[in-house]
């Protein structure tokens, strides 16, 4: 489990410097390069992995884990521990046992129901969004954000949205060496 760091810079590192990856892109990637086949990774992360319009860092993700789930937060979730107001997501993530060539829905973007650009797994589970996508004006221009639902206690709201989160954690054997 993890809480990266966010921001539209890069990390050098000459496994991954060709995949010209975000900071937050690269810590997903690097960290499940290194988890055991069968691991379950939970990060948080910007809305932009999964929202971005270019899909190469999600098909890089999907040919390497299976997308369990993920929970779109409202853009005040961390304004009063971490002082920021960004729409950031969890992505609940399995490492595969071996790469494979596949392009599931999750890489690529949809519209929600009131037409904003999403990403389709958001898209198809609008049950998973913690809150409201709504265009609001940004430093760059428009953009989407998820605003807070104050209709009902954000505790018992993303309680909801793990509650659809499935996956399984397969036992592990471990042989012991003798010296």
């Given amino acids: 489990m993890g809480n990266i760091p966010f921001g539209s810079y890069q990390i050098a590192d000459k496994k991954y410097d060709r995949l010209g990856l975000y900071v937050h892109d690269y810590f997903i990637v690097k960290t499940l390069d290194k988890l055991r086949p069968g691991g379950i990774m939970a990060v948080i992360t910007t809305k932009g992995t999964m929202d971005k319009k270019s899909s190469d860092v999600r098909k ?16 005040n979730t961390f304004s009063k521990n971490a002082g920021t107001q960004i729409t950031s997501d969890i992505l609940f ?14 890489i690529h973007l949809n519209e ?8 389709s ?9 913690v809150g409201k996508m709504e265009m609001v004006s940004g430093p760059y221009g428009m953009e989407s954000t998820c605003m807070p639902d104050t209709t009902r206690p954000f505790a ?7 509650s659809h989160i499935d996956g399984e954690i397969e036992a592990v054997s471990y042989t012991h060496l003798t010296l």
């Fill in 156 to 162: 018992q709201q993303l309680q909801e949205a793990v």
């Fill in 121 to 129: 797994y958001f898209a198809e589970h609008p049950e998973m969004i």
């Fill in 93 to 106: 993530l399995q490492k595969r046992e071996r790469v494979i060539d596949i392009e599931p829905d999750w």
């Fill in 60 to 75: 890089y993700i999907a040919q390497r884990a299976e997308l369990l789930g993920a929970i779109r937060l409202p853009d």
């Fill in 112 to 119: 929600d129901e009131n037409g904003l650009a999403v990403n």
